[in-house]
C-alpha cells in the first residue's frame, strides 16, 4: 500500500508518547544486554528513528536513556504496590506480589539488567533509584500493617523479606521461570509470615501483629 | 630520638607486607568514604608511603586498587565461612555467623562501600567478585546440609536466606548496629529454620533437612 498524503502509514507521536517509545525500546534492550553493551544506535534502530532524534530526546547520551529507563521501569514498579486498604491482609499482599511478578516476568532479564545493577553505568544516582523502590515497597506493607510507628527489629524483618523477594525473582528468572508463578507468590506470601513470626519470640510489636495477621477475621 | 643508620626507626616492608599494607589502608577509608571519593593521594598519606609507591603496587590506579582491596576482603569473607563438618549443624551455623557479623562489624561502613557497589567504580568484574562470595556461601552450606544434589526449591530458598542476612547486615551497620550482634546471630538462625520450614512444605527434599535439622542428635 502507497501511503496517501492525508492518511499517513504512520501517526505522529506526541512528544510523550515518543519519549515513552524510546524508553520501550531501549528497556526491551535491555532485556537481552547489559547496558553497556547497549549504544544509542542500537535504541534508534529498534525504534525505527533516526540517531539524532534520540539524542534530541536524551541529549545526555546514554547515561540519560539508562537513568530515563530506570526511572520508567521504578514508577512502573511503584504501581503494581497500589492495593486498597480493604479486606484481609495476607490477600492484599498476594495480590501486589501479583503485579510485581507479572512485572518480573514481562521484563525478563532486563529487570535483572536494570535492577540488579552492576554494569559500568552504575552511578549512587541509579542505586537511589533502587533503593527508592524498595523503601516505597516497605512503606507500603507498613501502611498495611497499620504500625505507624514501627520498631527496629519489624523494620528489619520487613526489608529483609523484601530483599529476600528481590533475590527469589533473580534466581527465578535465572531458573528458567521455576517454580511457576503462583507458587512462587504463595510460597513468599508463607515466608513473611514465617520470619514475622521468629522476629514475633523477640518483638511485642511483631507478635500483636502475628496475632491480627493470623486471625481469621482479618489475616 | 634520632634513628641511628644501623637500627632504622622503621623496618622494611617485603612486597607482600606491603601490598597488605596498602590494602588495609585503601580499606580503611573506604570504610568512611565512597569508594569514588578516595584518591590515590589519600591512599599513600593513610599508609605514610609517596604516590609513586602507590602506583608502583597498583599501576592500574584507583580501579586497580579498588578491585584488590575488594577481592582481599572477599577472601577474607570467605574464611569466615570455614567450619569443621562436625557436631550439630545449627551451631555450625552460628558460629559462621559470628565470624561473618565480626567481619562486618570490624569493617563497618568500609562493608556497605566494598559490597553493595553503587558506585561509579563498580564493573561486572566487581559484581562477579562479591556474587563469588554469595555463591561460596550457598556451596558451604549446603555442602554443611550435606546435600550433594540439591533441588531449586531447596537452593532458592538458601540463596534468599544469604540475601536477607547481606539486608540485615547492611541495615544493622545503618541503625547504629542493633540489635546487639549476639541477638542479631541467633535470630537470622531463627530465620534459617523458619523459611526452609515452609519450603519443606512444598518439597520433601527440604522436609527430610529440616526433620534432620530438628532432631535432638543433629540439630
Known amino acids: 500500500m502507497s501511503p496517501a498524503a492525508s492518511t499517513p502509514a504512520y501517526r505522529r507521536l506526541s512528544v510523550e508518547e515518543r519519549r515513552a517509545q524510546l524508553l520501550e525500546s531501549a528497556l526491551s534492550l535491555f532485556a537481552h544486554r547489559a547496558?553497556?553493551?547497549?549504544?544509542?544506535?542500537?535504541?534508534?534502530?529498534?525504534?525505527?528513528?533516526?540517531?539524532?532524534?534520540?539524542?534530541?530526546?536524551?541529549?545526555?547520551?546514554?547515561?540519560?536513556?539508562?537513568?530515563?529507563?530506570?526511572?520508567?521501569?521504578?514508577?512502573?514498579?511503584?504501581?503494581?504496590?497500589?492495593?486498597?486498604?480493604?479486606?484481609?491482609?495476607?490477600?492484599?499482599?498476594?495480590?501486589a506480589l501479583d503485579r510485581y511478578l507479572a512485572f518480573v516476568d514481562g521484563h525478563d532479564a532486563g529487570f535483572t539488567a536494570l535492577l540488579q545493577g552492576g554494569s559500568v553505568v552504575e552511578t549512587s544516582r541509579t542505586s537511589a533509584i533502587v533503593d527508592g523502590v524498595r523503601r516505597a515497597a516497605a512503606e507500603h506493607i507498613l501502611s498495611h500493617l497499620e504500625v505507624t510507628e514501627p520498631g527496629p527489629r519489624l523494620r528489619m524483618t520487613v526489608r529483609m523479606w523484601i530483599t529476600a523477594v528481590e533475590a527469589a525473582s533473580l534466581i527465578w528468572l535465572d531458573e528458567d521461570k521455576q517454580p511457576p508463578l503462583a507458587e512462587l507468590r504463595d510460597w513468599l506470601v508463607e515466608q513473611f509470615v514465617a520470619v514475622l513470626s521468629v522476629t514475633a519470640n523477640r518483638d511485642a510489636q511483631t507478635a500483636a501483629l502475628v496475632g491480627r495477621l493470623l486471625s481469621p477475621a482479618d489475616g
Do not use: I, N
Request: aromatic share 8%; proline share 10%.
Open 35 to 95: 547496558p553497556e553493551e547497549v549504544s544509542l544506535d542500537d535504541v534508534a534502530e529498534a525504534a525505527g528513528v533516526s540517531r539524532p532524534l534520540v539524542y534530541r530526546y536524551f541529549p545526555g547520551g546514554k547515561q540519560q536513556l539508562y537513568e530515563a529507563a530506570l526511572r520508567s521501569a521504578a514508577e512502573e514498579l511503584r504501581t503494581c504496590f497500589d492495593e486498597p486498604h480493604e479486606g484481609p491482609l495476607l490477600p492484599r499482599l498476594s495480590r
